[in-house]
């Protein structure tokens, strides 16, 4: 018997065998970071992580749940002409939640750093935050469109391809600048995981732009309707995630700021 390549067995074999691949990436990533920036550096960089799980929460996490669902919903009956359009229109809502949180964060990156996170050295890698957040946001939007239309093959490339380019770049970067600053190391991680952003958004970009087949007599739901339902799915998701992420981040910064205060240096 033939197993389609859109079967459920094969789609969940290939996210399996992709997770395994991206775990065992990530093992040596982060071992081998560990060694070239150290404890502290690795700790700085650790404190910013939070930061930006909270900003994907309250930017992204819910649109792309809705660009998922919408996807296949509308999928399922051949209109992808609908399905784009709440691509199109998530893009757009993504942007008008990206533009506040960036400014808020580029006015008040010392009181972030300082305050907030508590360590005056993660201040400059929040700066470099916002691009790699903004690439995130359209890759992950795209990711979801193909993951609703059950086409794993972009995005299983597109994530295998930024995890490598994430590992030469950051390793490229601590090694040409070889300092043992740990802000200057958070910073040089961070700008390597926006140069692997920004290959991840070029490869699902480029095989969005090519339409497959289309029927002619579908016309796209009126856009008012596809961003009311956007929004019913996104808001719950999203507020949910944003407390989840803030309760969890609270948690790491407080942490390191009580060992701290305890005489730990």
């Not at 792309?64 to 992808?80: K, L, N, P, Q």
């Not at 199109?88 to 964060?105: C, D, E, H, K, N």
């Amino acid at each position: 018997m033939r197993i389609s390549k859109n079967s459920v067995f094969v789609s969940a074999f290939s996210l399996t065998l992709s997770n395994i691949t991206l775990q065992l990436l990530g093992f040596v990533y982060r071992v081998v970071l560990g060694r070239m920036t150290g404890a502290e550096g690795m700790g700085v960089y650790q404190l910013i992580l939070p930061f930006y799980s909270v900003l994907i929460s309250l930017t992204m996490s819910g649109l792309t749940v809705a660009v998922s669902r919408i996807t296949a919903e509308y999928g399922a009956f051949g209109d992808d002409a609908s399905a784009r359009r709440a691509v199109g229109i998530s893009q757009a809502l993504f942007l008008a939640l990206f533009a506040p949180v960036a400014i808020f964060t580029v006015n008040r990156a010392g009181w972030i750093g300082n305050v907030v996170l508590g360590n005056e050295k993660t201040c400059a890698a929040l700066y470099i935050i916002l691009p790699c957040l903004l690439l995130t946001g359209f890759e992950n939007i795209h990711k979801n469109y193909f993951f609703g239309r059950k086409k794993l093959t972009p995005p299983i490339i597109s994530e295998l391809t930024e995890q490598s380019v994430r590992i030469i770049a950051v390793i490229t970067l601590i090694w040409l600048f070889n300092t043992s600053d740990p802000g200057i190391n958070a910073f040089l991680i961070v700008s390597g995981m926006t140069v692997s952003e920004i290959v991840s958004v070029i490869i699902l970009s480029c095989v969005y732009s090519r339409r497959g087949p289309r029927r002619l007599d579908a016309k796209p739901v009126p856009a008012f309707g596809l961003f009311a339902k956007i929004c019913s799915v996104a808001l719950p998701i999203s507020a949910a995630g944003a407390l989840n992420n803030i309760l969890s981040s609270a948690n790491s910064v407080l942490v390191p700021r009580m060992l701290v205060s305890s005489g730990t240096d």
